[in-house]
């Protein structure tokens, strides 16, 4: 039923286009017609018989505009507002037609009700009938209805083609058509048994399907349909199951052969582009898609083995590399060399000349580094690798090492690259490279290890002042090891394992102690115990001191109280500040703020800043040292005499206190030595700083520097730093005279 259906639904449409085809026709002929002069050539004839054939002719050549309508009859009839007949012209088969006697009363029906269109059902024959009312001397509808000058103008024409549609589909028994010329609204709809078309108000197709004559088709469908399965389904077994083996099953199994060879292998598939059968085209699109994730590996095998940027070997395929070289190395007996390359200063111009122009540098310098390895020397024997390790570290693998002095060559040749500085494209940097330089075996037995100590090299090369090269050693390596472990435990922990120790300052007036300086220790439970002078330097690098100063203000403020009460009220407590603090723009800031939070008062609190500050004097050298005067606090200049600050310089500092060097009381052993410190102290107090002398340790030199005018004496001849508790025990605030000879 669906079938039949839809095929009554398709000639329904068929039918509504040949109707519309042939409504198009008559509009495009009365158009033709109005445009022309043959309408007014026509009503001027008069009877006349030669211009009535000209007319004919003009009017069957408007009709012949149309070459895609077919039709046998066309008729056009123009008459005047009282009825009469102007003009009657027919174009049909038969010769000899006269006026459709229907024709004109239908005509004359439509006078007063304007233009319309309508279908004519004549028995089995459907015409089309276009009535226009036209001004004759405008050619256009009139602008009043009692135009004088209008005439009406009638086409007629039949529709063979649509007629011949129609018959065919009356013919089909199963189908019950009905065409009703009905002047409603354009549509279309579609129920169960029913195709149903409404054509622009002209004419109503439905075609029915007759239900008994469905029911009937059904069952001898059903029927004949089972019997050619049983049929197909017997004749075709045995050749079916021949036909899968030999066509489907053995070039399927052929197929995932040689798929399972060709990845087992990293062969290309074969070619199956000649066959053109299903398998063959199945096994050529896998060949494509073969192809396609191979070259995709490739690709994503290639970004993952090299460096991005740089083009050169990544760290993985450097590794890899290495495992290799060592395993040939050590069947060979031939020693390898390991050159770890990190460029100095490089973090600096990238910050700022921006990450576009670091990445240009590096791009450069590899290209730079991998000419300075391919010329030819008795180190480059046979194989080398060149890797970019991480942002700026670059590795160099040199197998075949016969001598150490064999190196030498290769790394001056990248040193000389940094020679003034890089010579990039965009101009010169100051750039320069240090280089690590690790042996196997005797620096290493495996890639992990040698790569470590390589590194370790480089650190090495970099505390030595950089743009160098430097050969791995234990004992250096556990230096830089230290060093780097202090660096990482200074940049991660939050202080708690520093302490307070305090060193009295004895008066040279009273035997008093006069003030207290606090000393910063550290206690590791990793690194053991560590040194100011290990991890000081450590910590002005790497920017931790200034945290850790601020650290040691609040801590020697919360033990101020303890102090004073151990040693009386006029106590002052002396704390270190590092000389890198006043250079920066918000130390003093942060520095009141701790004051903000405790009793204690600026002038009870001494600040004591190493003399090396004096180099790096500036304008926030200047402005800080200038607001912890004007704040309040008492300003001394530690390690006086080590050389960084020349006599003439300490009159322009606003200082209060000088601390003369224990360097300079060490060398009191002799005349000429004890006149230098002398001389020195008398030129401070003349100048009229306060003088305390560092490094006391014998009773001798407390009574000489006693007689040559100090003001206050520290050295382990009085004390060594302890703890907070210690002095409640050991009673420091009964000093007498007698400590000082």
């Given amino acids: 039923m669906a079938e039949k259906l839809a095929r009554a639904r398709l000639e329904v449409s068929s039918l509504t286009l040949s109707v519309e085809r042939y409504s198009n026709f008559g509009e495009g002929f009365l158009a033709s017609l109005l445009q022309s002069k043959v309408l007014k050539a026509a009503l001027k004839t008069n009877g006349q018989r030669y211009q009535i054939v000209a007319v004919d002719r003009r009017l069957s050549a408007i009709a012949q505009q149309f070459p895609s309508t077919y039709f046998t009859e066309l008729s056009v009839l123009v008459m005047n507002p009282e009825g009469e007949t102007l003009f009657y012209y027919e174009d049909g088969d038969e010769p000899f037609s006269e006026l459709d006697a229907a024709l004109k009363p239908r005509v004359l029906a439509t006078f007063g009700k304007g233009d319309s269109r309508r279908l004519i059902v004549e028995g089995e024959q459907q015409k089309l009938q276009y009535i226009r009312r036209v001004n004759l001397e405008t ?21 063979p083609e649509f007629n011949e549609e129609l018959q065919r589909l009356v013919a089909d028994s199963s189908l019950n058509a009905e065409v009703t010329a ?15 078309a409404e054509v622009s108000g002209l004419l109503r197709l439905e075609v029915t399907i007759d239900q008994g004559q469905l029911n009937n088709d059904s069952h001898r469908l059903l029927l004949e349909f089972v019997l050619n399965f049983l049929v197909i389904v017997f004749f075709s077994a045995w050749v079916l199951l021949a036909l899968i083996r030999r066509y489907i099953t053995e070039p399927i199994h052929q197929l995932q052969s040689g798929i399972g060879e060709a990845i087992n292998r990293q062969q290309p598939l074969p070619d199956y582009s000649e066959g053109c059968d299903e398998i063959s085209q199945l096994g050529h699109e896998f060949s494509q898609l073969y192809s396609q994730l191979q ?17 050169l070997d990544n760290r993985y395929t450097f590794g890899q590399c290495l495992n290799r070289m060592l395993e040939r190395s050590n069947i060979s007996g031939v020693k390898l060399a390991l050159l770890y390359i990190d460029l100095d200063n490089f973090k600096a111009v990238n910050d700022r000349y921006g990450h576009e122009m670091g990445d240009l540098i590096l791009r450069e310098f590899s290209v730079s580094l991998c000419d300075a390895l391919r010329i030819t020397d008795l180190v480059m024997a046979r194989e080398q690798s060149v890797a970019r390790l991480a942002g700026d570290e670059f590795g160099v693998l040199l197998p075949d090492i016969q001598r150490e002095v064999d190196l030498y060559p290769v790394c001056e040749r990248i040193i000389k690259l940094f020679e003034g500085g890089f010579n990039s494209s965009r101009g010169k940097f100051s750039i320069s490279a240090s280089i690590g330089i690790a042996i196997y075996p005797d620096d290493g037995s495996s890639a992990v290890e040698l790569t470590r100590n390589a590194d370790a090299a480089m650190y090495q090369a970099k505390a030595s002042g950089r743009d160098q090269y430097a050969f791995y050693s234990a004992e250096l390596a556990e230096r830089t090891r230290r060093e780097r472990s202090i660096d ?10 520093f302490t307070l120790y305090y ?17 910063l ?4 439970p990793t690194l053991g115990f560590v040194s100011p002078v290990e991890f000081i330097p450590i910590g002005e690098a790497n920017g931790v001191f200034e945290a850790l100063d601020l650290w040691v203000v609040q801590r020697a ?9 151990f040693f009386g009220e006029g106590l002052i407590v002396s704390i270190n ?66 050389g960084y600050t020349s006599l003439s310089q300490l009159i322009d500092y606003p200082l209060d206190v000088i601390k003369i060097d224990k360097s300079l009381v060490d060398r009191m052993v002799d005349e000429r030595g004890r006149d230098l410190v002398l001389s020195l102290i008398g030129f401070c107090k003349q100048q009229g700083f306060s003088v305390t002398v560092e490094g006391v340790e014998t009773a001798e030199q407390a009574d000489m520097l006693t007689a040559g005018g100090a003001d206050s004496l520290q050295g382990f001849h009085f004390s060594k730093p302890q703890a907070l508790e210690a002095f409640a025990d050991d009673g420091f605030n009964h000093y007498h005279p007698s400590l000082l000879r």
């Fill in 488 to 497: 990482l435990a200074l940049k991660s922990q939050p202080f708690d394992e």
């Fill in 503 to 519: 060193m009295p300052i004895i008066s040279t007036e009273d035997s008093s102690v006069k003030s207290v300086e606090a000393l």
């Fill in 557 to 565: 403020l919360r033990d101020t109280p303890r102090l004073l009460e």
């Fill in 295 to 311: 070259g995709a590996y490739e690709s994503k095998k290639k970004l993952a083995e090299t460096d991005n940027l740089t083009h």
């Fill in 139 to 159: 050619m256009r509808a009139p602008l009043y209805a009692d135009d004088r000058e209008a005439v009406t103008i009638a086409l007629l024409f039949n529709m």
């Fill in 521 to 524: 220790r550290w206690q590791s």
């Fill in 182 to 196: 009905l002047p409603q609204k354009n549509a279309q709809q579609t129920q169960d048994h029913r195709a149903l």
């Fill in 577 to 642: 500040i590092s000389s890198a603090q006043l250079n920066s723009g918000g130390f003093f800031l942060n520095l009141m703020l701790c004051f903000q939070q405790s009793e204690i008062p600026t002038n009870r609190i001494q600040l004591e800043i190493t003399e090396t500050f004096a180099v790096e004097i500036g304008a926030h050298v200047e402005a800080n040292l200038s607001l912890l005067k004007q704040a309040g606090f008492i300003l001394a200049l530690d390690d006086f005499g080590t």
